[in-house]
Structure formats: C-alpha cells, structure tokens
C-alpha cells in the first residue's frame, strides 16, 4: 500500500489521521445507498443486502486543514511550484494553488491528488452503459468515480460532480483494496472508472487497476482521452477496455465546446492501438456542433487509415443539459444520417445510442449483415457469437467475447 497521510495544504505538515478527525467532527455515522442526480453509492447497512463498509463524508463538513492526500505520480518541480504532467494541461501550480481539473494542488513544494480513496460515485452497471458493445455482453461492471474534470464541455451530461472539488460533495471512504475485495464479493468481473474524468483521479484509478488486474478482474476505462502519452502508457499495463469520447474532429469546436484540444485525443487513440487495449468510440452529436456530414466523413477516414475498421463508434443522440440548454435534442434523422456516412465510408459497427428501440443499437456480423447481439437498451435478448465468431456464417466478430 502507498504512503497516504493527512496533510495541512498550506505547509505540508502532517495532522490528525483519518479515523481522528472523523471522531472529532462526528462524522463517522453508517453510509447508505444513495441516489440522486443519477448516482450513488454503497455504504455500510444495518441490515439486509451486499454493502460497502465505510465512512460517508459530508459536503458540509467543518472546515479543517486537512485532507487525505497522495502525491501524484506525474509532475516536475520549478522551484516552489509545480507542474501536472498526467494531462495535456500541464497545470503550473504555485503553494496552495488547486489544478484546472480541481483535484490536484500543491502541498508545500509537491503536487497531491486530493481524490484518492473518496469517490463520490460507486454503482454496479451493465458493461452496455459505458457503452462498450464488443465487451463481455451481460456481463456487470463496478464503476467508481470521483469529482473532477479537466475538460469543461458546455454540454457536460455530469456536470454535479465533473466541475465539482472533492470536498463539494458527498463522498465514499473507498481505498483501491476495499475497491477490489468488493467488486471480488460480489463476483462482478470488471471495473470502471467512469462516470467524471477518470484522468483527475489518475492515482486512485492505476493502484486500483494494478490490483484488480493482479486479482483477474478487467479494467475499463471511461474518458475524454486527454491524457500524455507516458502516464497512458503506464495505465495500458492494466486496461482491457475502454471508451473514449472522439467529442468531434475539429479542433476549433474542441476548443469552444469542450476546452481541450483534438490531437492528444487522437493520439491516445494511436496509443491504444498499439499497446492491444479493446476500446471503442463515442461521439455525441451536438447540434450545430458536431453534426457536420463532411466532419463526419473525415473524421471516418482517420479512423480507416489509422485504427482500422474494426473499432466500434457510437453516434449519441445529444439532450439540452448544463449550458446549452437553449439547443433542441438531436434529430433521429440527422443520427441515421451520420450512421449511414460512417457505415458507407468503411466502418463496420456503428451504433446510434439515446434512441432505444432502434435498429441501430444491434450489432450486425460486418459479413452477414445478420444480428448478432440483440439488444433492448441495456438487456441483451440474444447473443449469436460463439468463441467470438458469428454464429451465422462463422465471421470473427471484432471484441472481447466469453469464451464458450
């Protein structure tokens, strides 16, 4: 287990331990199953059903110089500052200055991840809710994720905690080992880090996933992909899936949609690729934004030249939310409009997501054309790959698939 010490973060002194300051704020009451703003978390029960042990922390905690802390795995010093190096961002930080992604800071000369052990989100999803297609279908996925994001997307479906600090909500005390031995508990095969930007909480997700991987279990990884190439190629030693949003293919949009950049995005792509991670593509189409067919169509023949066919991309079907309320939902046409240009292009599975019902939530063999998998939103009502070939006509079918 990593060094992990409550820390004042104006000096970088060691205070009071965790099991202390919960006893002198009164904070150490049972946790529980909490929903809202479509999350939750597993806490302690008094009776009845499976359940995480732990402390809950409240948002409203008294105010104390203090914090669970780690010190960050990526980052140079220039003299008392510092500077992020997990993210495109490189976030330079003075003393006591906190990152764009809100939950690193520097802590007397060293940077310190402030999400470690706290997520404020802990769920058991079906793996299809990533959406991963080509994953293990009907398999269950134990998805954790703190506050954080180093995007700021105008359109951001989880903006209650991606552009929330750690201390601004409600959070679970949840180590990687107490992640493990749950998702082990409860014979889920896999976990994901989701639901924020997984990369704000870099630290906490590669211990967790080096030791679910030394444990059998899989790791996904949900994200925007804005990440440096060395810190992904450390966490690629422990990822067996992932779904990265490709958010459009113009940098501009990038910029005035989402804050970030496309090239970093296209380069984890690139990186996946060649270190044999499974992953697969999410676009949501925003009206105005990222609904452009001929964006679409060269974005397609990126995909083509330097990933290849197989990928699956997911066109999903956008909902006025956070700051862009004032733009109507995404046309279904417009949906099968873009599905058709990628199919047409070359790409062999391409799926429409936000529409359930629709032919385009299948998963058709590439050769075929018969369905595959059949879905009803998240439920699976037929699997035809047998040892990963069709059962049809005996095509591989590109993914990760349960051995029979």
């Known amino acids: 287990m990593r060094n992990r010490q409550p820390l004042d973060q104006s000096t970088g002194t060691a205070l009071m331990t965790r099991k202390e300051f919960l006893k002198s704020a009164a904070l150490g009451a049972s946790a529980f199953l909490c929903a809202g703003a479509g999350y939750g978390f597993l806490g302690e029960k008094s009776s009845g059903g499976e359940s995480i042990k732990g402390n809950i922390f409240k948002a409203d905690a008294p105010k104390k110089p203090w914090k669970w802390s ?5 980052y140079t010093t220039e003299g008392k500052a510092v500077r992020c190096q997990v993210c495109p961002n490189r ?21 310190y991840s402030l999400a470690y052990g706290d997520p404020c989100a802990v769920h058991v999803d079906p793996i299809e809710k990533k959406p991963l297609n080509h994953f293990y279908p009907r398999s ?12 700021r997307c ?3 479906q989880n903006w209650e905690i991606s552009q929330k600090k750690p201390e601004e909500v409600e959070h679970l005390e949840l180590f990687p080992e107490g992640v493990v031995r749950e998702a082990k508990k409860k014979k889920i095969p896999s976990i994901a880090y989701t639901y924020s930007e997984a990369i704000t909480f870099y630290e906490y997700m590669c211990d967790t996933a080096r030791l679910a991987k030394e444990a059998g ?40 949609l989402n804050g970030g950049t496309l090239q970093p995005v296209l380069n984890t792509f690139k990186t996946l690729h060649r270190e044999g991670v499974w992953f697969e593509m999410t676009t949501l189409v925003v009206p105005t934004y990222v609904d452009k067919p001929e964006m679409i169509k060269r974005m397609c023949g990126w995909i083509l030249k330097e990933l290849g066919p197989d990928y699956p991309l997911h066109f999903l079907r956008f909902f006025p939310q ?12 417009t949906l099968e409009k873009l599905r058709e240009i990628a199919l047409e292009e070359g790409i062999r599975y391409v799926y429409l ?20 998998v059949k879905r009803n939103g998240y439920l699976i009502e037929a699997l035809n790959i047998k040892n990963s070939l069709c059962g049809f006509c005996g095509t591989r079918i590109p993914g990760r698939w349960a051995e029979d």
Do not use: M
């Not at 269950?140 to 995007?151: D, E, Q, R, W």
């Not at 279990?217 to 030693?237: A, E, F, Q, T």
């Open 91 to 111: 976030c330079r930080l003075n003393p006591g200055d906190r990152s764009i992604c809100r939950s690193k800071v520097n802590i007397g000369g060293k940077l």
């Open 217 to 256: 279990l899989n790791n996904v990884w949900v994200s925007n992909g804005y990440i440096n190439r060395k810190p992904l190629l450390h966490l690629c030693k422990y990822l067996d899936g992932a779904n990265i949003n490709l958010k459009s293919f113009d940098n501009n949009i990038y910029r005035a």
């Open 140 to 151: 269950l996925v134990f998805s954790i994720a703190t506050t954080g994001c180093n995007f």
């Open 70 to 74: 780690i010190e960050g795995f990526y």
């Open 322 to 333: 956070y700051k862009l309320i004032r733009l109507p939902a995404t046309p279904i046409a």
């Open 353 to 372: 997501g936000n529409v359930p019902g629709h032919k385009g939530t299948q998963t058709y063999c590439h050769n075929c054309h018969k369905v595959v």
């Open 154 to 156: 105008l359109n951001c």
